[in-house]
C-alpha cells in the first residue's frame, strides 16, 4: 500500500511548510509512522519518527525546526517544517518506521524547494 505525501512547494529560506500524509488505519494504527527526504544525488534518509503514542525521533539536522506530529482519528501523520534551509530541499516521503511495514511502501512523495 502506497503512502502518499503532500503540501510541498516552494519557499524562502526561513519560511514553512506543513506536510501530511494519509494512510490507511490498518497500517496507520499498529505501526511507527515517519518522514524521510532524498535530495538530489544523496540517499534517502530519516527525517523523524514518531511512535504509536506519540513518542518522536529526529535527525540532528532538522531538531529544533521541525516537528513531527499524528492524528490517529485521521490516521494521518505530519510534518511542520519551519525555518527552511535550502539544504532542506528535497523529495519527502512518508512511510512507517522501519519502511515496508504492514506492506506499506513507498509513494510518489512530495517535492520541497527552498530558494530565495
Known amino acids: 500500500v502506497q503512502l502518499q505525501a503532500s503540501g510541498g512547494g516552494l519557499v524562502q529560506p526561513g519560511g514553512s511548510l506543513r506536510l501530511s500524509c494519509a494512510a490507511s488505519?490498518?497500517?496507520?494504527?499498529?505501526?511507527?509512522m515517519a518522514w524521510y527526504r532524498q535530495a538530489p544525488g544523496n540517499e534517502r534518509e530519516l527525517v523523524a519518527n514518531?511512535?504509536?503514542?506519540?513518542?518522536?525521533n529526529y535527525n540532528d539536522a532538522v531538531k529544533g525546526r521541525f516537528t513531527i506530529s499524528r492524528d490517529n482519528a485521521k490516521s494521518t501523520v505530519y510534518l511542520q517544517m519551519n525555518a527552511l534551509k535550502p539544504e532542506d530541499t528535497a523529495v519527502y516521503y512518508c512511510?512507517?518506521?522501519?519502511?515496508?511495514?504492514?506492506?506499506?511502501?513507498w509513494g510518489r512523495g512530495t517535492l520541497v524547494t527552498v530558494s530565495s
Open positions: 488505519p490498518s497500517i496507520f494504527s499498529v505501526n511507527f
Open positions: 514518531i511512535g504509536i503514542s506519540g513518542h518522536t
Open positions: 512511510n512507517t518506521y522501519p519502511p515496508y511495514a504492514s506492506g506499506s511502501s
